[in-house]
């Protein structure tokens, strides 16, 4: 059988849609995470406080097995068991303290969001040919602003604010995900 490259391009224009299910799925899911995060900000705060928390002990007990273990030589054995005794020690403190947890969580969210939001629109710009484009550039510019806003306005101690801004991206990160999968949808 001979190569016929219209029907690879064909397959391949076709399998992107074929997906479009999953992606419905998962912006459904994100916005129900964000309704219930609007709901109850400071829960939804207590919640991410919680959460980081514990992948930041696991994450320092790991590094403290991999500088035991001497994954990386000697140099950075002592770097990367300070790193995860550093780690844990944070976790502790998270813990212990949620309330002020919060609020320098909420710091680290603010430039988590610029990232995300820089990464989100950065993606955008990489799809302008693909229908739908705009929806993900408009979520990465949301985020982005929210991510600002976390910055500026975390040390005012709001302890709800984490939770509403978290609610607020969720919300817009679902709407884009729902739009791009009706886009790809009517493609498939």
Known sequence: MAYDPTHSETRLATSSGN???????????LLIGG???????????????????????????????MAVRDIHGTASRVATG???????LFAILLMFDPIGGIISLTLMIGFFFIAMGAARLWIAMRMRER?????????????????????????????????????????????AAIAQAMMGRTQG
Do not use: E
């Not at 997906?19 to 899911?29: K, N, P, S, T």
């Not at 309704?35 to 403290?64: E, Y």
């Not at 300070?82 to 844990?88: K, R």
């Open 19 to 29: 997906h479009w299910g999953w992606q419905l799925a998962f912006g459904i899911i």
């Open 35 to 65: 309704l219930i995060a609007l709901l109850n900000p400071f829960a939804a705060s207590m919640a991410a406080t919680t959460i980081a928390a514990i992948v930041f002990l696991f994450v320092g007990i790991m590094q403290i097995v």
């Open 82 to 88: 300070i790193l995860g005794a550093l780690l844990i």
């Open 131 to 175: 229908r739908g484009w705009g929806w993900l550039a408009a979520a990465g510019v949301i985020t982005i602003v929210l991510g600002i806003a976390t910055l500026f306005f975390a040390t005012a101690g709001d302890l709800a604010l984490l939770g509403l801004f978290l609610a607020v991206d969720l919300l817009f990160a679902g709407g």
